[in-house]
């Protein structure tokens, strides 16, 4: 063989791989592990960004709303009857996915955070009692959930009940109804469509305390005949923390429970930390300093590669667990909308995703197609 076609053959080993998996789809490479995910805002679902959009019709199979399900924005004006509530983005999400044949999130039922004011109190302003605030609770849950019935796979049905040490946060929704408001929540998504998933989510458990405050709280869903379908770990990861084992001893544990998991909110933060603990807690707000947003004008070479290190190793465990995911959900499409540019400081420059702000895939990106073809 000649030195040409050695170095050709070679080009052939090493380049072509990259390259090639550069034109594949991430839905088409996981197919026969588990479903690809992104979290969409109305540019993606409704089109206007049509590069956009295109890129989420080929790599992802399942879709979340980022925020036009919550409750202050499809539920604006609970004083206000059927005239309080507004559907026109979430119709066109779900129009959206059901145009491409996706497996549709509904995201999210019950939450502490960007719920309106009123929602607890009475005419009055004073908060008002356990039974109002469960009636209206099942309004809104029969509400939504009813116009979606059978259109709608999945539901978060409870968002981000418990604090880091595995205890019940003191939401308003506790601190009104009770303990048993998480179960009744569930209760109210089965009548209004009992084929959905019905999922508990949260972040951070992937460290012990509140891994375990979520292992018991599932347990008690389940030894009351709650139906629950699966636990979503949001998985918000730096790129040193979570550790790959403590992933891997999470995913055991809620696999021994009985119940599969779902990914629903990955992305890997690449700034320097600007709070003490790890949270994911959209009530923090910290300040953006010069140090602490570093990559204005670009991510350097050495960062592309830990972050597609980072990927990997996420990714390796997941498909250690393929047997109980069921899908895996990023935050976002690319970087440019990710919420980590504004989170926990305002006005940073993140590069948490595998796509960059011009919708190319990175270096991450080839990282993870490389695990889905290492594994049958």
């Not at 968002?159 to 929540?185: H, M, Q």
């Not at 544990?253 to 994911?280: I, N, S, W, Y």
């Not at 250690?320 to 440019?336: A, L, N, Q, S, Y």
């Amino acid at each position: 063989m000649s030195k040409r076609s050695v170095l050709l053959a070679c080009f052939l080993i090493i380049v072509m791989p990259a390259a090639v998996l550069a034109q594949n789809s991430l839905k088409d490479a996981f197919k026969n592990h588990f479903r690809i995910g992104a979290a969409l805002n109305p540019a993606y679902f409704t089109e206007t960004d049509a590069a956009g959009a295109a890129l989420v019709k080929k790599h992802f199979n399942t879709i979340t709303p980022e925020n036009h399900m919550k409750w202050e924005m499809i539920h604006p004006r609970p004083d206000a009857g059927p005239a309080g509530y507004n559907f026109e983005n979430a119709d066109k999400y779900v129009q959206f996915g059901e145009k491409n044949g996706m497996f549709i999130i509904g995201h999210c039922l019950v939450w502490h955070s960007q719920v309106p004011r009123s929602v607890f109190q009475d005419a009055e302003g004073k908060s008002i009692e356990r039974a109002a605030l469960l009636e209206r609770m099942r309004e809104h849950i029969h509400t939504v959930v009813g116009r979606y019935k059978g259109r709608v796979h999945g539901w978060d049905v409870v968002n981000e009940a418990l604090n880091e040490d595995g205890t019940l946060r003191k939401s308003p929704w506790l601190n009104i109804i009770g303990e048993d408001y998480i179960a009744r929540a569930f209760e109210y998504a089965h009548e209004a469509d009992p084929q959905a998933e019905l999922y508990y989510n949260d972040y951070n458990l992937e460290y012990e305390a509140k891994r375990n405050g979520a292992i018991e709280l599932v347990k008690k869903l389940l030894q009351q005949g709650i139906k629950i379908t699966a636990i979503g770990t949001q998985s918000h990861d730096k790129l040193d923390r979570p550790t790959a084992q403590q992933h891997d001893e999470t995913l055991q544990a809620f696999k021994q429970l009985g119940v599969k998991v779902v990914v629903t909110e990955l992305d890997v933060d690449l700034l320097p930390a600007v709070t003490r603990q790890p949270t994911a807690d959209v009530s923090m707000r910290a300040r953006a300093t010069a140090a602490s947003n570093p990559y204005t004008a670009g991510l350097p070479d050495e960062m592309q590669k830990a972050l597609a290190k980072r990927y990997a190793e996420i990714f390796a465990v997941f498909l250690k667990h393929k047997d109980v995911i069921t899908r895996v959900t990023f935050w976002g499409v690319t970087d440019r909308d990710s919420w980590l540019n504004n989170f926990p400081a305002p006005g940073r420059t993140n590069y948490p995703l595998l796509f960059d702000r011009e919708n190319n895939p990175k270096p991450a990106f080839d990282a993870v197609m490389r695990e889905a073809s290492l594994v049958k």
